[in-house]
């Protein structure tokens, strides 16, 4: 879909920032803040903004913190359809937080959470490798974060840590 410069700029701000008020946005691209509004619902409604990203530590709320595995999956792509279907089935569990087509030794690339790596384990064992197509998977779990989407996990004690967004 072609977008007009006007509506890639706020696409560019809502990435960066999406807590700016719609004033704040239309003062950046010189519009008016009914401008701003309409254009951002109608991104929303054509699928273009999909979601808006909060990033919680859940490792500093006790109880709460989930095990992250990142599950690479050869597949044997399906004639017409090639990996589509087998993956449209897959995004479809709810574990499954990310999903994508990659290059390379594997075919998809699935991260999904759980709060135990048994669990993890059943669903990968009873779900993810019983799908038609699926011919392997290799299991990653992730040991401790350090930058995710642009913010910085840092410190000294993991108590300590704090976020730092980086430019």
Do not use: C
């Not at 977008?3 to 696409?11: A, D, F, K, M, T």
């Not at 959470?113 to 998977?137: C, D, P, R, W, Y």
């Amino acid at each position: 879909m072609k977008l007009s410069s006007e509506e890639i700029e706020i696409l560019k701000i809502l990435e960066e920032d999406h807590k700016l008020s719609a004033a704040t946005i239309a003062s950046m691209v010189m519009s008016d803040e009914e401008t701003v509004k309409n254009t951002i619902k109608k991104l929303e409604d054509q699928k273009i903004i999909m979601s808006y990203p909060t990033l919680i530590n859940w490792s500093k709320v006790d109880g709460q913190a989930n095990i992250i595995a990142m599950i690479e999956v050869k597949v044997t792509p399906k004639r017409g359809v090639g990996f589509d279907e087998v993956a449209e089935r897959i995004a479809r569990f709810p574990e499954v937080s990310s999903l994508y087509l990659m290059s390379g030794a594997y075919d998809l690339s699935i991260t999904i959470e759980g709060k135990t790596m048994n669990q993890i384990a059943n669903f990968v064992s009873e779900k993810l490798s019983t799908i038609e197509h699926v011919i392997s998977t290799t299991t990653h779990f992730m040991l401790k974060k350090y930058k995710h989407d642009g913010v910085i996990f840092e410190g000294g004690d993991e108590k300590d840590r704090r976020m730092v967004v980086t430019p």
